[in-house]
């Protein structure tokens, strides 16, 4: 019986630092993803809004193959969905330049165009889903899915973080940042998709509370109403 107490124990062990492993793995991931846009514009946008930069920057990032990439898409199509709803008189000649790319590079500015959710993006993914072939297939599937509102989200995912913060680059709307720190506090779960991304929820706000004084402000202001567990749990990490 001790025997398989001890091997029991050893495998909870290792299966929670496999998870731990991928979330830190995952919080890197969303760091590197971040860099394959230019730093400045991309989590500074909030601060010094440069819309003008928009063609520049994507072709950069379709040059480098950076676009059809898993781990910047959630923070990508986040991004742009808040740029295209606040930008809507520039979303047309913006997809013009996107209409180039290989249709694989097109798809997460398909998904923003639905994320926006506006009449303007709603229109244009119409339009693409009148397309022959796959590309027509995928828009449809996108027009027909419901865009997430990361604001409310309750148990995000590690992808859901990203596009939180995707979204919080943009509009510096401090919502974004309080689903992620929601989910860094959040009683843990006895699941592999709680704990995962709860640590990439942790180790994204450790790493962005270092280089951006407003998510420290943010952090600081629900601290003010927080309760003294979930203040504990902040303070361990941070």
């Not at 063609?55 to 676009?67: H, I, M, N, S, Y």
Request: a positive charge.
């Amino acid at each position: 019986m001790k025997k398989s107490m001890n091997k029991s124990c050893c495998v909870a062990r290792a299966f929670f630092h496999v998870v731990l492993y991928a979330a830190i793995a995952h919080a890197v991931s969303l760091h590197a993803a971040s860099k394959e846009i230019s730093d400045d514009w991309f989590q500074q946008y909030y601060q010094h809004p440069s819309p003008e930069r928009f063609e520049t920057e994507v072709q950069k990032l379709q040059q480098r193959g950076a676009l059809s990439t898993k781990n910047a898409y959630y923070s990508m199509a986040a991004f742009s969905a808040r740029l295209f709803a606040l930008n809507g008189d520039k979303v047309q000649q913006w997809m013009s330049v996107v209409d180039r790319f290989p249709e694989q590079d097109r798809k997460v500015f398909v998904t923003a165009l639905r994320w926006a959710d506006t009449t303007n993006t709603i229109s244009l993914l119409k339009q693409y889903a009148l397309a022959r072939g796959e590309f027509g297939k995928y828009c449809s599937q996108i027009l027909a899915s419901v865009p997430p509102d990361f604001k409310t989200l309750t148990d995000p995912t590690p992808n859901e973080l990203d596009g939180c913060w995707g979204s919080f680059f943009v509009t510096g709307d401090k919502d974004y940042v309080l689903t992620v720190i929601r989910c860094a506090v959040a009683p843990r779960k006895p699941d592999s998709k709680n704990v995962l991304a709860q640590q990439a929820a942790r180790w994204s706000l450790k790493a962005l509370c270092r280089t951006h004084p407003s998510v420290v402000k943010i952090k600081d202001q629900f601290c003010a109403t927080a309760s003294e567990e979930q203040k504990k749990v902040l303070d361990k990490f941070l």
